[in-house]
């Protein structure tokens, strides 16, 4: 073959090889956006699950989703820490917050790694029954048991 016997040059398959390229790049950035975005809808799911039993009085479910487990009546001996009745008078209309008619997710964060080395929770903060001040929630990652957070948070805007 000479040099003036060879095939004329085909752009297509450089622009079709750029087009795929380009394509993976973009999935890949909309699937890390997508992903960090959601983190922590586990979390915030048990959180609303939370407190939609307390706002409908539904407070055996209630204490079942704080403590991880929806079957806990089987076995209530494993929370006598933090027993049925304690729960109730803490999130019953005689709590803190008196009864609970509303609640909104402000924000749900890891918490500081300066504090925590491996977090094994994240903060959700939640508004209750429209006040001002927000109440820190902890829950687990892996049990997705709530307790009060460690630490105290505030958000930055929607997250």
């Not at 398959?13 to 790049?25: C, M």
């Not at 049925?84 to 997710?105: C, L, V």
Request: net charge neutral; with cysteine.
């Amino acid at each position: 073959m000479a040099l003036m016997d060879a095939k004329e040059y085909d752009p297509r398959p450089a622009e079709r090889r750029r087009k795929i390229i380009a394509t993976v790049v973009v999935a890949v950035v909309a699937i890390s956006v997508y992903l960090y975005i959601t983190r922590y809808d586990s979390e915030k799911k048990v959180i609303n699950n939370f407190f939609q039993a307390i706002e409908q009085k539904d407070f055996d479910k209630a204490y079942g989703i704080y403590e991880g487990d929806p079957d806990w009546k089987q076995h209530p001996e494993k929370f006598a820490n933090y027993s049925e009745n304690q729960f109730k008078m803490d999130w019953g209309p005689q709590g803190e917050y008196g009864a609970i008619t509303s609640h909104r997710i402000d924000c749900a964060l890891e918490p500081p790694k300066k504090e925590f080395v491996s977090p094994s929770g994240v903060v959700i903060v939640v508004i209750i029954n429209n006040r001002a001040e927000p109440r820190s929630m902890w829950v687990e990652k892996k049990s997705k048991t709530i307790s009060d957070s460690p630490v105290a948070v505030a958000c930055h805007g929607p997250q």
